[in-house]
């Protein structure tokens, strides 16, 4: 089974703060995805990377960053962390190629106060 | 730039009941088509997909969609639910002209089944 985790089911950060999400994902996928799950806006893609040290922004990438050093892994970093931050996190990845479906991970509920 | 519309955000549903879940995109290339679902506190998993061939797909759990070309549509039918269907519906699109296999969601319809 392909898995993905996710550091922290729930966290607590103040404004301001420096935050780091990190996602593993174990089936050797080329693709890793970050979103934003918010309720009535469904999910928005922040940042996306389709290789080792390679990154592209999606559609709502600002106040936020991304690294990517191994390729298993793939983290999302809030610089300064602010309350409209305050959302669900959500990691996936893909294998690249014709199949197309991206496994989630169980999500990261961040609370900015 | 591709969008997608769910247009109902809740809908409730009685057990043994049939239920149809709306989805209608835009886009000016063509795109692959997604359902994914999320049962509560979870993460999303995929429900079904439509790549290419017979345009109804169905899934292990007796969900099917079909795609519409001319209506922009890939609605999701259910001809009798269970209270385990209980749960948020993701539409979602990926543009075939790029390789990066971005999806683009819709805002989510919650299935209420009750008994």
């Known amino acids: 089974d392909v898995k993905v985790t996710q550091s922290s089911r729930y966290l607590v950060k103040r404004t301001g703060e420096k935050v780091f999400l990190e996602c593993v994902q174990d089936?050797?996928?080329?693709?890793m995805f970050w979103y934003r799950q918010d309720p009535g806006l469904g999910l928005r893609l922040i940042y996306f990377s389709y290789d080792v040290k390679m990154k592209e922004k999606g559609d709502i990438p600002e106040g936020y960053s991304v690294s990517r050093e191994k390729k298993e892994r793939f983290s999302l970093i809030l610089e300064s962390a602010s309350t409209n931050q305050t959302s669900m996190y959500l990691c996936?990845?893909?294998?690249?190629?014709?199949?197309?479906?991206?496994?989630f991970g169980p999500g990261t509920r961040l609370t900015v106060t | 730039a591709q969008s997608v519309t769910q247009l109902d955000s809740q809908v409730p549903v009685f057990e043994e009941a049939p239920v149809e879940l709306r989805c209608n995109y835009s886009s000016s290339v063509s795109v692959y088509l997604f359902w994914y679902v999320q049962y509560p506190n979870q993460g999303l998993q995929l429900l079904l997909k439509?790549?290419?061939?017979?345009?109804l797909v169905e899934s292990i759990n007796g969900f099917e969609a079909e795609f519409n070309k001319s209506q922009t549509s890939f609605h999701l039918r259910k001809p009798s639910v269970h209270i385990s269907d209980t749960a948020e519906y993701f539409c979602?699109?990926?543009?075939?002209?790029?390789?990066?296999?971005?999806?683009?969601f819709g805002t989510g319809t919650r299935l209420l089944v009750s008994p």
């Open positions: 439509y790549l290419s061939g017979s345009t």
């Open positions: 089936m050797d996928h080329e693709n």
């Open positions: 996936a990845s893909s294998s690249g190629g014709s199949n197309y479906e991206q496994y």
């Open positions: 979602a699109v990926s543009p075939m002209n790029t390789g990066f296999q971005k999806l683009v």
